[in-house]
């Protein structure tokens, strides 16, 4: 048997990993493979610090797996077609009948599955799939004509219902057993990429220090303000947590599991601080689910078939702009250097800087979701999606086209005293509080400057965009 590798690096409650421990096998050690997929991942837009995350991670269980005598090879490969030939061939030369992994809900790795299944079976072996990344199995909430609900509240009470009558399957960490083995000496290039592309992601602990640690702290010290700190950019009141859900290294079994250990109580208790925050994991169980039953998300369509023809004004200049962060509005523009030099975003600023591409500077809301997979560590086709159509209201229980953030008003009220505005933009430090949220033009003795140009005028950019959605 062999043990696959992809979306899921890590023994903590991993069904996959679970089975494959559970089988006798007589080959000792046991073989498990990780492909090293550099210009898959870049097909798929992925950032250069979500690659350095994920190899991060993946080195790092190469070691934790040897301590269960499990011998993980991280594989260069350049695509799913070379994963599929070499699983193919690996197979068939060391007799192995059984290749077991956790399944991914994208479009193109659903069909990379479908056809090694195909290869798999002509030659005498198998793919089994478990799977590892939502709470409950995605296809069980459904409305009562047995679809995917199209309005997030309802799922999520359905999804409630369904965790308190069925609960969900937690598999713990496997335990490691004192037998060691030497480490193998493959990959060596991804080894000394890995190491000198550190820097890139280092500011993220690893996974097992980021559950042992600050997930714990998140629930003990912060998660009781999470309501109200979330929306404010210049405090650290959200989990951080994203990009390890996102690579699949922290289960969200595990996030509810330690959650309903310190909160029993919790899914009874929806007006609660703590639930807030549960709300949110429950967006990402809608958007994996959604992307499940709509494999057409995958390949960027809209989920509103109507808005699929929109004819954007996709002008490159103000894209440009948009995306270096000058607009002319500060807090858009200190959000994209955040997102640029850091490669996080706080989630109040990506509503409003997709608002304002989408809406303000009427570009296609697919050239947003691309640059925020190419710059964001927590990039996720599902979650990303959905939040792009969900601010561009061509998306599933999305935003009303003609509800459009005003993005000095989301200044005013999220970040009142421009501290964030002043981290990311250093240029306007002396700016007053009162002036910061949109100096394009301001007095100052007696004189009017024109300080941090706009690049669209906020009223005639919303009547602009009220026609263009009506048509
Ligand atoms: C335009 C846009 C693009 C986005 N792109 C991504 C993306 O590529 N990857 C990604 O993980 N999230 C994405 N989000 C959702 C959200 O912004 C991030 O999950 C959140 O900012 C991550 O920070 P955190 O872990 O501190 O979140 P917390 O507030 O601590 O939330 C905990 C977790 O809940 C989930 N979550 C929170 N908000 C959302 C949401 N709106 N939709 C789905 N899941 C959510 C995430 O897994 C998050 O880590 C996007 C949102 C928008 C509006």
Known sequence: ??????????????????????????????????????????????????????????????????????????????????????????????????????????????????ELCSKLKASGSS??????????????????????????????????????????????????????IALPSHSTNTNKECESQKSLSSTWPLATFFEQKILPSFYQDKISSYKHNRDIPSVKGTSGISP???????????????????YPDLLLAADSEEFSWLNEIIWREFYRNLIFHEPRLSKHQCYKENYQDMRWDNDVTLFNAWCQGKTGYPLVDAAMRQLNQTGWMHNRLRMVVASFLTKHLLIDWRLGEKYFMQHLIDGDLASNNGGW????????????????????????????????????????????????????????????????????????ARLKALAFYKV
């Open 127 to 180: 793919l089994t799939l478990f799977e590892a990344d939502v709470i409950v199995p995605k296809g069980k909430v459904l409305n009562k004509s047995a679809i995917m609900y199209k309005v997030f509240t309802p799922f999520k009470r359905a999804w409630l219902t369904y965790v308190q009558q069925a609960g969900f399957e937690y598999l713990g960490k496997v335990s490691s057993s004192s037998v060691s």
């Open 1 to 114: 048997m062999l043990l696959w590798f992809r979306n899921d690096l890590r023994t903590h409650d991993n069904p996959a990993l679970h089975y494959f421990l559970s089988q006798p096998d007589s080959e000792k050690p046991r073989k498990a493979v990780f492909f090293v997929c550099e210009k898959q991942w870049q097909k798929h837009d992925w950032s250069p610090i979500k690659i350095d995350f994920i190899k991060r991670h993946a080195h790092a269980l190469v070691k934790e797996l040897a301590l269960l005598n499990i011998e993980l090879e991280l594989i260069e490969a350049d695509d799913f077609t070379q994963q599929k030939e070499y699983l193919s061939d690996y197979c068939q030369r060391h007799k192995i009948t059984k290749v077991v992994a956790n399944s991914e809900v994208e479009f193109n790795e659903q069909q990379r599955d479908k």
């Open 389 to 460: 159509q969900w601010a561009a209201s061509t998306g599933c229980d999305a935003q009303p086209y003609f509800r459009i953030f005003n993005p000095i008003r989301q200044s005013e009220r999220f970040d009142p005293t421009g501290i964030f505005i002043r981290k990311y933009i250093p240029e306007l430090k002396s700016i007053s509080d009162k002036a910061i949220h949109f100096p394009h033009q301001y007095i100052d003795d007696n004189k009017l400057n024109i300080y941090w140009p706009a690049i669209v005028e906020h009223k005639e």
């Open 244 to 262: 390890y859900l996102a690579a699949g290294v922290i289960s969200p079994r595990y996030v509810l599991t330690l959650l309903l250990n310190k």
